[in-house]
């Protein structure tokens, strides 16, 4: 079984980075649309997607926003971590298929154990798909836990 270890406030530095990657499959996408409730057809429909700018479905843009989120949560700083904010700036689609490769670095580090991390998302390609800055409040104390097991979802 895999485990999630934090970074506590105390023990980041500016410059300190962490890296989290996923996969965009269909079913990944369904799920998001399901979940959130963005039905948009660019997402969805093939044949609609086939006549937007993008020429293919493509998916949503805080599908990528989400990657971010787990990054955070996941490994820099990891469990017990509070979201505070979010600036983003989408630069490129994100297609089925593609890899995300989210970049955090540790960019400034302020009172009450808030932390800026530079948040930079790259595809497969080293294009840059999404750039911005998060706000955290990075936990106190050490953590090192079980990664959850999730159940297996179908599409039906």
């Not at 996408?29 to 660019?42: E, Q, Y």
């Not at 479905?57 to 017990?80: C, E, R």
């Not at 989408?90 to 089925?96: E, G, S």
């Not at 009172?111 to 800055?133: M, P, R, S």
Request: glycine letters at 8%; hydrophobic letters at 40%.
């Amino acid at each position: 079984m895999s485990t999630l270890e934090n970074r506590p406030y105390d023990t980041l530095s500016l410059g300190d980075s962490a890296i989290f990657e996923k996969t965009l499959t269909e079913k990944e996408l369904v799920l998001f649309a399901a979940v959130s409730g963005d039905v948009n057809p660019v997402h969805l429909d093939a044949d609609f997607a086939k006549t937007t700018m993008f020429g293919e479905q493509i998916a949503h843009g805080m599908w990528s926003g989400s990657l971010i989120s787990a990054a955070l949560a996941t490994t820099l700083p990891g469990p017990g971590t509070i979201y505070m904010g979010q600036d983003l700036s989408f630069r490129r689609p994100v297609k089925l298929g593609d890899t995300l490769t989210v970049q955090l670095t540790v960019k400034e580090k302020k009172e009450k154990n808030v932390v800026i991390l530079d948040c930079l998302v790259t595809n497969q390609k080293d294009e840059k798909v999404v750039l911005g800055t998060a706000t955290v409040i990075a936990p106190t104390e050490k953590a090192i836990l079980e990664a959850p097991t999730l159940p297996k979802i179908t599409i039906g």
